[in-house]
């Protein structure tokens, strides 16, 4: 069997950590098209705030250069798959990055692509791939598709505690040998199936039902609140049912939530499906921006005040507590809203890059003696420590907003 020479397509919050562990046992290559990522790479600092330089080892080697992968004989594929203006599917990384490799392939090579896609892309690029190189699939090279369940973030649910599905349809022992001896540094424990399709739908529907079941709970606040009806209440007595599912209501941002229902419906939609169901929670979910500023403006009006006329604090800018990913954030909306329709508003979260930080005036400090009319928590309290215990003092007159109990 001839040497595995791994390389990792794309290094931000997939491809980083998967990179970190396989380079354990072999010595593995990053390719990135983001050229500063690399020259941060190269010295060990990780913007996305993942991974301490101690977490690089010498067996890592990143670059910018197609040509310096070409000897690699394992490539696994972690590009972004975010959608268009109009929600549809946006694959112009996965295609680049899949001709690159139609230039660099050789006999026997394996490809993995580990991006979130829609059922049947992988089978798409396996054509694209053959047409380009005039080699066969499943005799000359070899390609399978293993989705991503990586949690920023989250300390127990890490990389090597999650379950993996590797699938790729081939019975050659030397392939599957291959595959098993990466995929084994990566997880531990391999859940593994030929059906590539079905591994494409189970990372989809994976996060299109946590996007659902949030959106149910979300449209119930937002129907209790109308009503006057205590949610809390309501979920401690619903809760006491055996299968009742309990999820919390909440803002949802990020790579994957707000994405993945958008690339089920596209290929239910060209097979004449209108996926209705599986897109019924992003209207609502992207609607909680409006309940939050609803909120806002309710509070502030007891107080004869108006967001223009007010000194407001946002606490909590990325997607989700505690990290820097600020993609789909609605965190983020709900400050730029704030930003245009407020003469005093500033934002505090640690976690966010420092050049973002910079660009949209994020405070370093929050300063607890400042005269804030509101404070609006949109990310989990403790995620920042102790530092908010003594917030909600009656010195500092109350003045919490916390729609979705993010400060308790
Ligand atoms: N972030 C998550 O929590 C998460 C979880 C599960 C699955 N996923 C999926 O994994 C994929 C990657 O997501 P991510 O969060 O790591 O994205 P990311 O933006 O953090 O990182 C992707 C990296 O790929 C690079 N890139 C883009 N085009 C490239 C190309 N043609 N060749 C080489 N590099 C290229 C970018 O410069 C970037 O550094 C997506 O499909 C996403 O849906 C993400």
Redo the contacts with the bound molecule.
């Keep these: 069997m001839n040497k595995i020479k791994p390389c990792i ?7 980083l950590p998967l990179i970190l562990n396989i380079s354990k046992k072999f010595k593995t290559f990053g ?4 050229k500063k ?1 690399i020259t941060n790479l190269k010295k060990k600092i990780d913007t ?1 705030k993942e991974f301490l330089s101690s977490a690089f080892n010498n067996s890592l080697q990143f670059t910018c250069n197609p040509k310096d992968i070409k000897e690699c004989n394992f490539y696994i594929i ?4 975010p959608v268009l203006k109009n929600k549809k599917p946006d694959l112009n ?1 996965l295609t ?2 899949i001709k ?1 490799i139609s230039k660099i392939l050789k006999i026997n090579d394996i490809i993995f692509i ?3 896609i829609y059922p049947g892309l992988t089978e798409e690029y396996r054509n694209l791939l053959e047409k380009k190189t005039n080699l066969k699939c499943n005799k000359d090279f070899f390609m399978g598709y293993s ?6 973030g989250d300390k127990v649910y890490t990389l090597k505690n999650i379950n993996k599905i590797v699938s790729i349809d081939t019975d050659k022992k030397s392939v599957l040998s291959k595959v098993l001896k990466v995929y084994k540094i990566v997880s531990k424990k391999i859940v593994f199936s030929k059906e590539i399709k079905s591994a494409e739908t189970a990372k989809v529907i994976e996060n299109i039902q946590r996007d659902l079941n949030i959106a149910l709970m979300n449209e119930i606040l937002l129907i209790c609140k109308k009503l006057k009806i205590n949610f809390k209440e309501v979920v401690r007595l619903a809760e006491t049912k055996w299968n009742f599912l309990k999820f919390n209501p909440g803002l949802v941002g ?3 939530l707000p ?1 993945d229902p958008y690339y089920l419906s596209s290929i239910a939609a060209k097979n004449k499906i209108k996926a209705t169901v599986t897109l019924s929670g992003r209207k609502v979910n992207d609607g909680m921006s409006n309940f939050v500023l609803d909120q806002l403006k309710n509070f502030l009006k007891l107080k004869n005040k108006t967001i223009k006329s007010s000194k407001i604090l946002l606490i909590g800018l990325s997607y989700k507590s505690g990290i820097a ?1 600020m993609r789909n954030s609605i965190n983020f909306q709900i400050y730029n809203f704030l930003l245009k329709n407020s003469s005093n508003v500033q934002a505090f979260d640690p976690f966010v890059e420092n050049e973002i930080k910079i660009k949209y005036g994020i405070i370093k400090k929050v300063d607890k003696k400042n005269n804030y009319d509101a404070i609006i928590f949109l990310s989990k309290s403790k995620k920042f420590g102790d530092q908010f215990k003594k917030l909600n003092t009656k010195e500092n007159g109350f003045k919490i907003i916390d729609p979705f109990e993010y400060y308790k």
């Design positions: 397509i794309g290094l931000g919050y997939v491809g390719f990135d098209v983001n990522r996305n972690c590009v972004p798959t990384n680049s990055a690159m580990e991006s979130t989705p991503e369940r990586v949690n920023p990020g790579h994957c994405v990913d």
